[in-house]
């Protein structure tokens, strides 16, 4: 449980002697409180006192890494119930489940396309995660599936196996890979002894929460600590109340044995439930959804759900703030006004390429808040559009005299014609009509 700063000073030994840069115990016990500092900046410490504030400072949902390289994903450290008390931390990882029984050009193609699934979104790359091999047939079936997905693929690797020689086998060649553990076989003695020993991290299945909870203590006993909990197969309602009161014994009543990320099997061969179930846990609680389907159109829609789930709601999305040009732009080019709000400059962009007219952006400082939100807060006023005008040169490149507002703010346009010296054009009010608009100027 997270200790306040007076809980922190009680365990100090309170001789204010400076050695740690702060004036007093108590100054440095309300840095760590608020986490600013390590706990090995006081040298007098007791060890008994060390181990509470070690034990306090772990995160109350451990942080997990799978994958690595460029698609290695961190999992878990979360610390809130609900995004706008702070914010989500590590996304959701999108996997997707392969059996055995393909064959070697049928695993090609199918990890071909899902290496495939990378986009890009207001400026960000959206991608998934990992693949989970799944045991329905032999130990070499599942091993020649193995190694044909290692060799087509960076992304993480979760192993779903039916015995424990295939799983050794398994991990003996994936383990640079960071793999996850997927036991289907119930053995999880003899899956805890292979995951401590190749250092990989394990799922947890159950089918109530007490059986989940007493396994992650016996499996912590044989040594592995890098857990991932599954709520197993039922009803979404039911997986729903299971996931929301694991993440409550973790943050709420500090229940160790439930800190860990969860994993979602949202796997359905209708595609439509299966986005249903898998864009209901990326919103809530999961740290990892597995699914089978892979159409563009399924994992887009959830990649852009996870997207706008994990963006820190204090800190919207935005572009450095700048005048850009878009395409081969020249003293005739036009000048399109927005803000820095990174979906509001990318619809922009998205509609002046596909004028196919050459045209400048001039993206105005508004700490990230779009038009409407920036000119009630009075972020996108004349003078903050004329100061950004001068800023990044606007006159000089532009020399046709003259700025397009967005439509919505066309109350600006005589105060900013007067700051700017321009004359002000009124665009369209929404970006769709950015193009026709262009045309006809
Ligand atoms: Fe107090 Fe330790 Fe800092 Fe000394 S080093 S002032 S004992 S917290």
Redesign the pocket.
């Known amino acids: 449980m997270a200790l306040s700063g007076l809980d922190i000073y009680k365990l100090?030994?309170?001789?204010?002697?400076?050695?740690?840069?702060?004036?007093?115990?108590l100054a440095?016990?309300m840095q760590l409180a608020k986490k600013a500092v390590s706990i090995e900046?006081?040298?007098?410490?007791s060890p008994e006192s060390k181990e509470v504030l070690e034990e306090s400072g772990q995160p109350p949902i451990k942080l997990i890494s799978l994958g690595t390289g460029e698609k290695k994903m961190d999992l878990g450290n979360e610390t809130v119930m609900f995004r706008h008390e702070e914010k989500f931390r590590n996304p959701a990882a999108i996997g997707f489940i392969i059996d055995d029984s393909l064959t070697d050009e049928e695993t090609g193609k199918k990890v071909g396309e899902i290496n495939k699934l990378a986009f890009e979104r207001v400026g960000q790359k959206l991608d998934v995660n990992l693949i989970a091999l799944r045991q329905n047939s032999t130990k070499e079936n599942f091993i020649k599936v193995l190694k044909k997905i290692l060799s087509s693929t960076d992304l993480g690797i979760a192993l779903m196996t039916k015995d424990t020689p295939t799983l050794e086998e398994a991990l003996l060649l994936s383990k640079d890979r960071k793999p996850l553990v997927y036991d289907l076989s119930g053995k999880h003695q003899e899956c805890a002894k292979l995951c401590s020993k190749f250092q990989a991290s394990m799922v947890v299945s159950g089918d109530s929460l007490e059986a989940i909870g007493k396994l992650t203590k016996e499996i912590n006993s044989l040594g592995v600590t890098e857990l991932v909990l599954d709520i197993g197969k039922k009803p979404l309602k039911d997986k729903l109340w299971d996931i929301t009161q694991i993440r409550r014994m973790a943050l709420k009543k500090s229940n160790r044995s439930f800190g860990y990320p969860v994993l979602v099997n949202a796997e359905n061969v209708d595609p439509y439930k299966e986005a249903a179930e898998a864009a209901t846990f990326i919103s809530k609680y999961a740290s990892i959804v597995l699914l089978s389907g892979h159409k563009t159109w399924e994992i887009l829609s959830l990649l852009t759900l996870r997207q706008n789930i994990y963006t820190d709601p204090q800190k919207p999305l935005q572009i450095e703030p700048g005048l850009y040009p878009i395409g081969e732009c020249n003293e005739k080019s036009d000048c399109l006004i927005t803000t820095n709000f990174s979906l509001s400059y990318y619809t922009v962009l998205g509609e002046v390429e596909a004028s196919k007219i050459p045209t400048y952006i001039l993206s105005v400082d508004t700490e990230g808040m779009s038009v409407l939100t920036a000119w009630a807060a009075e972020k996108f006023t004349p003078s903050k559009i004329s100061e950004s005008i001068n800023k990044f040169g606007v006159k000089d490149k532009v020399r046709l005299n003259r700025v397009i507002i967005p439509g919505y703010v066309a109350v600006l346009s005589g105060d900013l014609e007067e700051q700017a010296g321009l004359k002000v054009v009124v665009g369209p009010k929404e970006a769709a009509g950015i193009p026709s608009f262009l045309k006809n100027l």
Do not use: Q
Not at 16 to 23: K, L, M
Not at 41 to 45: R, V
């Open positions: 100090l030994p309170k001789t204010n002697c400076r050695e740690c840069g702060f004036v007093t115990c440095f016990a900046k006081c040298p007098y410490l």
